[in-house]
């Protein structure tokens, strides 16, 4: 008797213990904290680098352009996600296969993959060692785009950033899908899905995320220019480690001369072949331009941080692997084209709130 009095009594302790703990973690799971009581770390989605936001206040330029971070104005910018690649073809594809929309009664499949530089392109060839679906999607509309932005969102089960009308699609030369050209776009700002960075938030990204590190002024994106060599130059050799423009395409080194149409360097290369930032994204300098939620305008203290939406041509960023070396310049700002531009040059990325 005494035995199993004691068997119940240490029973009874443990069941008590068990309870206690159990209870400690479980409240901190409910209040975001560990074990340890620190703050568990955010859950970044497969293929992103979290960007921590912060405030910088602008200050005047040295060797390089401005850009949005102006000499006396104050930028606040919220934490977000952003894709550590340029939107490849095999995941533009994957996600826009069977895409339809209905523009006056009548229902059109968008293009799945839209790209000049493809596998069959006898222009566009494919650079040496380069995988085809790896290469950046690009001729896309600005449309197009944010499209794509709210399929990937509906995807994996994510509110849509984007309120769209299509109103007008046209047919590429040699497609068989469409793209579309015309479109009312609204941007809902509480959605949890993937949307394209705001002018600000690229530059901030393409900088390193922090005012108070050297490759904050950087000319390239994870890169210096030589000492004496100005942003504007056309070619730069400190862009060889970070990026591909029109005088490295050919080999990946800056040379005298550029790649001609049909021959090796004509053409995007593969995402990722480059070294990244500090932050760990690729390509924000060269190989292929990115469009920006903004439209382009003028950029003073009373610019919304989070993207000018009133004018007729929307801002892209990056340079490209056809362009001059200071148009891949972190703080370079192109107004490339109407949203309804097309180029074998001009692809995108894409962000997500995280906040």
Known sequence: MKKAKWIVAVLLVTSILFCVVGCKNTAGDESGKGGNGGTQEPIIPEGFVLVKGGTVVGAASTNNFAGVFIEGRTVTL???YMGKYEVTQAEYASVMANQKVTVGGTEYTLESNPSYCTADSEEYTLFSGDEQGKRPVESVTWYDAVWYCNALSEKEGLTKAYNIEVTQVKQASGKTGYYICGANVTLNKNATGYRLPTEAEWEFAARGGDPTKEDWNYVFSGADA???????SSKISGLDSVGWYLYNSINGTTGDTSPSSGNQGYGTHQVGKKAPNRLGLYDMSGNVYEWCYDCYGTV????????TTSGSYRVNRGGGWNGYAGNASVSFRSSYGVPYFRDGVLGFRVVRSAN
């Open 78 to 80: 919220s934490d977000f």
């Open 226 to 232: 030589a000492e004496g060599v100005s942003y504007s």
């Open 300 to 307: 003073d203290n009373e610019t919304p941080v989070d993207g």
